[in-house]
């Protein structure tokens, strides 16, 4: 159940200053992480009202796991938190910015700094490493690989 | 209908060279466009396969609207192209990043550089401008403000 106010018209919406996010049929937006300082983005991940919710009360980023169906406090067993900077969403308000601090090495379950470590080869469809080398050992971590 | 390889198991979609990008039930993934000067992200919207397979042969942004269900070739009316400088996808490649040469004054359909022009007091709930002035004006590039 959202918390936060019915929207408006289209100008409300888009040039009003009411946060009134709008959430997809299975009640979620995209979020997307990026570091405050290197502006280097970091994950994109999901919300539904409650996760945004918490997002903003406790000033950390707060996910919606769509693979394990629950509020996921970002680094409760890594401890790699996101502390918020600021929040930005967009002209619809149906999308998240979070710059933020992350703490600890990285934002990326696989070890590396943040999840988009791969440029594609639009020519070729191949891949090629942007960061190749890990920032952390995801297996002392999580405690798997 | 995807033009893309299946997936093979998650090391491969994490570890691997191979593109194997991944839709949600509605055939769409999210792509975020960003200033590949200044990292300001532009906007946020969604690809399907056809649109994604566009845009690696055009080198421009071409998305799936969702509002209109049709391939939006980002620009086609305002001449605000977005010129692809590299393109880069998450862990477990469901979602993309674009790095763009933003043709024309801006991104946003109101008229601004990006569609992130607001920013959220977490506190209040009331929101506030980042990018107040427009850059553009709407009704002259799109024939309605």
Not at 32 to 58: F, G, H, R, V
Not at 61 to 74: N, T
Request: proline share 3%; with cysteine; net charge negative.
């Amino acid at each position: 159940m959202s918390t936060f106010p019915d929207r408006g018209d289209k100008k409300q919406v888009e040039e009003g200053l009411g946060f009134t996010p709008k959430f997809d049929s299975d009640g979620l937006m995209p979020a997307m992480a990026i570091d405050a300082t290197t502006k280097e983005p970091l994950m994109l991940a999901y919300m539904n009202a409650e996760s945004l919710q918490l997002t903003l009360e406790k000033g950390e980023a707060v996910y919606w796991s769509r693979s394990r169906q629950e509020i996921w406090h970002k680094g409760a067993t890594s401890g790699h938190v996101q502390k918020i900077q600021e929040i930005r969403t967009d002209c619809d308000q149906d999308a998240i910015i979070l710059y933020v601090e992350q703490i600890g090495a990285g934002a990326c379950h696989t070890g590396r700094s943040g999840c988009f470590y791969r440029k594609i080869n639009a020519a070729s469809g191949e891949m090629s490493f942007v960061e190749d080398g890990k920032a952390f050992d995801p297996e002392s971590v999580y405690g798997k690989a």
